[in-house]
């Protein structure tokens, strides 16, 4: 099956709130997790099971998933926080991932 | 602290064969699913298999289902990959990574380093 719907690309400035959005028929009927991806790094679970925050992760990040609509919040957006980040979900037993959303910070 | 030391990764030929592992510390191997993601240059990630802690249950998307199968030795800590029947696109950074829990679906809380897998005459 085809992975979740994510915005391509995303430009916040120091300070501000990104918004992330990932979208899949009934994406809300399971749990959504949530990656950072830095260039020329592995993934980083920064959300996991929705809205819990792995250890290590700052408090700015937070998710929610409702509906057909899982999101991540980048709340006082850093200039670290630059970078890919991927959504993921559980459909029909496969794994499936988001294409991925660029957030630039500038 | 948690590690997963991945090798195993290099150039072959299409129709070809190649085993990744991943040598897994820092936490009890048993009481945690592993899986498999992929990623093509400059793509996004791919989930290719899952396995749970015991090993009795496995997971693959369409697309390797019958080409890859994915293995763990719990005696040693181990993690694997075999990939048969590979293809072009099969082309990619394979990377391993740790269940937060006992079985799939839920996420994926370390990562490996990579290896890169490269099918090509």
């Not at chain 1, 009927?29 to 949530?34: E, L, S, V």
Request: one cysteine or more; a neutral charge.
């Amino acid at each position: 099956s085809s992975g979740p719907t994510q915005p391509p690309s995303l430009s916040v400035s120091p300070g501000q709130t990104a918004t992330i959005t990932c979208s899949a028929d009934k994406l809300g009927g399971t749990y959504a997790g949530w990656y950072q991806q830095k260039p020329g790094q592995s993934p980083v679970l920064v959300i996991s099971e929705d809205n819990k925050r792995p250890s290590g992760i700052p408090e700015r990040f937070s998710g929610s998933n409702s509906g057909n609509t899982a999101t991540l919040t980048i709340s006082g957006t850093q200039a670290m926080d630059e970078a890919d980040y991927y959504c993921q979900a559980w459909d029909s037993n496969t794994v499936v991932f988001g294409g991925g959303t660029k957030l630039i910070v500038l | 602290e948690v590690q997963l030391l991945q090798s195993g990764g290099g150039l072959v030929q299409p129709g070809g064969s190649l085993r990744l592992s991943c040598a897994a510390s820092g936490f009890t191997f048993t009481r945690y699913a592993m899986t498999w993601v992929r990623q093509s240059p400059g793509k996004g990630l791919e989930w290719v298999s899952g396995i749970s802690g015991s090993g009795r249950n496995t997971y693959y998307p369409y697309s390797v289902d019958g080409r890859f199968t994915i293995s763990r030795d719990n005696s040693k800590n181990m993690l694997y990959l075999q990939m048969d029947s590979l293809r072009a696109d099969d082309t990619a950074l394979y990377y391993c990574a740790k269940v937060v829990n006992i079985d799939l679906p839920d996420p994926f809380d370390y990562w490996g380093q990579g290896a890169l897998v490269t099918v090509s005459s």
